[in-house]
């Protein structure tokens, strides 16, 4: 049987979607999963006690990533609970699609601070232990939309390139200290947030892939468990479906 995952592992919006399925994947390996959650109390404690059942450990915490006291002392809670945190997933996000011509200012200001303001927010909060430590991962999940840029998405697309940007300056930032940043575009998914697009966008969207098919959720927490147990690669952004950027 391999060894245990003991890594402590905090997975932003994880109460559902994608960020469940995450940190279900960590938690199977036997880690040590803080599963924030914005609203979704029962969600997220239903979470944590799937993880514990499988033989992991798990915290649930409320931090909306938008405040940065707040997301200081989610991090506060980890330390305080297993004493590290040794990776940190930003996978909270929203959608507030519309032209920007016709976009109202706090659309904008509420993607922007969610998708891209809250994971500088988690960033900054874990890299001073990690800096300590001389160790760490930083896993962000981005869009092809912030590479390529979509109609409709003005804020959304901006959020997103802002998160790759984020994600490269600060890999060169901490790589003396040992610490991993890396972005993954997961591709279009069957959540509650993909399934809010109109048949006609999800279909534009299938046909956009080479492959003819979307994502899984569980391909790309697949995906990102690997990444985070890689040593040598940082400052990269992985696409995991089968469009072109």
Do not use: C
């Not at 994947?25 to 499988?54: C, K, P, W």
């Not at 405040?67 to 991090?75: F, K, N, R, S």
């Not at 979509?150 to 959020?159: D, E, I, V």
């Amino acid at each position: 049987m391999a060894d245990r995952d003991n890594r402590v592992i905090i997975v932003t919006g994880a109460s559902r979607g994608l960020g469940r399925t995450i940190a279900l994947r960590f938690g199977l390996a036997g880690a040590r999963v803080v599963i924030n959650y914005l609203e979704r109390h029962q969600d997220a404690v239903a979470v944590a006690d799937s993880i514990t059942r499988q033989g992991g450990d798990a915290l649930a915490v409320q931090a909306d990533v938008r405040q940065g006291t707040e997301v200081d002392a989610m991090i506060d809670a980890a330390l305080k609970r297993w004493g590290t945190v040794d990776v940190l997933v930003n996978n909270a996000g929203i959608t507030r699609d519309g032209l920007a011509v016709r976009m109202p200012e706090q659309d904008w200001d509420d993607v922007l601070s969610t998708n891209l303001t809250g994971p500088f927010h988690g960033i900054r909060a874990v890299s001073r232990t990690m800096m300590r430590q001389r160790s760490g991962h930083i896993i962000s999940l981005a869009s092809l939309s912030g590479m390529q840029g979509r109609a409709g998405q003005a804020n959304y697309s901006a959020a997103k390139a802002g998160l790759v940007g984020l994600t490269r300056a600060t890999a060169k930032e901490l790589g003396g200290f040992n610490i991993k940043v890396n972005a993954v575009l997961p591709g279009f998914l069957e959540t509650e947030m993909g399934n809010s697009v109109s048949r006609s966008v999800l279909d534009r969207i299938i046909g956009e892939n080479a492959l003819g098919r979307s994502s899984t959720r569980e391909e790309a927490a697949e995906f990102i468990y690997h990444l985070s147990l890689m040593h040598h690669v940082s400052g990269q952004v992985f696409n995991l479906d089968s469009r072109i950027p």
